[in-house]
Structure formats: structure tokens, C-alpha cells
């Protein structure tokens, strides 16, 4: 069992950056594909990037390209995601997840592991 623990998050205002990470433990990070989700008060579930086992290829949701960027940290069992140009839109829990059948997932309900989520408040 991966149990998978989000940090990072915090208040910035629009246009800072922040980097979150999210670490692994129970597993070997590396032989999953991790993803990073979103959600904002009264909305669903969102996706906002993966970075795929095996291999080290990276998907975005549009709404985040060229924003925000998702890699495998200089630990094994470490994956962040850099944030850059925030916007008061990106507002939101993030949460980090993984996926035991490799390549790049969107869909939440290919996902295995969840962490509890950290909290990324942008003001304007």
C-alpha cells in the first residue's frame, strides 16, 4: 500500500509561484505514473498534470500549460509540481495521486493512491 503526502501549498498572490511535492512512502514512486488534481469549492475534480511510468513523459490540462511544470524530484519517491504565473483561478486543493498502470492517466478513477491534499489559495 503507497501512502502519498502533498506539501507545499500556501497563499500567494497572483502572479508568484509555488512548488508542490508530494512524497511516497510503501512503494517505489518511480514504477507509478503520478498525478496531480485540483478542486476548487462546488466544482469536481480536475486535472492538472501527470508525469508517466515508465519513461518520464508529461501531460497539462490546458489550463495550466506553459504554467505549471510536473517532475520526478532528485529523490526516488518524490514527485513536485512547479507553479508559476498563479492565477486567482488556481485556487483550489491540490491533491497528488498514483497509478499502478503506467503511461499518461487523466481520469481520476485510474488512480490508486490518494494523499489528503494541501491548500493553494491565490488573491488577486
Same mark, same amino acid.
Given at each position: 500500500?503507497?501512502? =502519498? =503526502?502533498?506539501? !507545499? $501549498? $500556501? #497563499? *500567494? %498572490?497572483? $502572479? ?12 517505489? &514512486?518511480?514504477?507509478?505514473?503520478? !498525478? /496531480? ?7 469536481? @475534480?480536475? &486535472? =492538472? ?13 490546458? +489550463? *495550466? ?13 518524490? *514527485? #513536485?509540481? %512547479? ?5 486567482? $483561478? ?8 498514483? +497509478? @499502478?498502470? !503506467?503511461?499518461?492517466?487523466? +481520469? ?5 493512491? /490518494?494523499? %489528503? !491534499?494541501?491548500?493553494?489559495? *491565490?488573491?488577486?
Amino acid at each position: 500500500q503507497v501512502q =502519498v =503526502v502533498e506539501s !507545499g $501549498g $500556501g #497563499l *500567494v %498572490q497572483a $502572479g508568484g509561484s509555488l512548488r508542490l511535492s508530494c512524497k511516497g512512502s510503501g512503494g517505489t &514512486f518511480s514504477l507509478y505514473t503520478i !498525478g /496531480w488534481f485540483r478542486q476548487a469549492p462546488g466544482k469536481e @475534480r480536475a &486535472f =492538472v498534470a501527470a508525469i508517466a511510468y515508465p519513461g518520464r513523459a508529461t501531460t497539462y490540462a490546458d +489550463s *495550466v500549460k506553459g504554467r505549471f511544470t510536473i517532475s520526478r524530484g532528485y529523490t526516488e519517491n518524490t *514527485v #513536485l509540481l %512547479q507553479m508559476n504565473m498563479l492565477e486567482p $483561478g488556481d485556487t483550489a486543493v491540490y491533491y497528488c495521486t498514483a +497509478s @499502478r498502470r !503506467g503511461g499518461l492517466i487523466t +481520469s481520476p478513477p485510474l488512480y490508486d493512491f /490518494w494523499g %489528503q !491534499g494541501t491548500q493553494v489559495t *491565490v488573491s488577486s
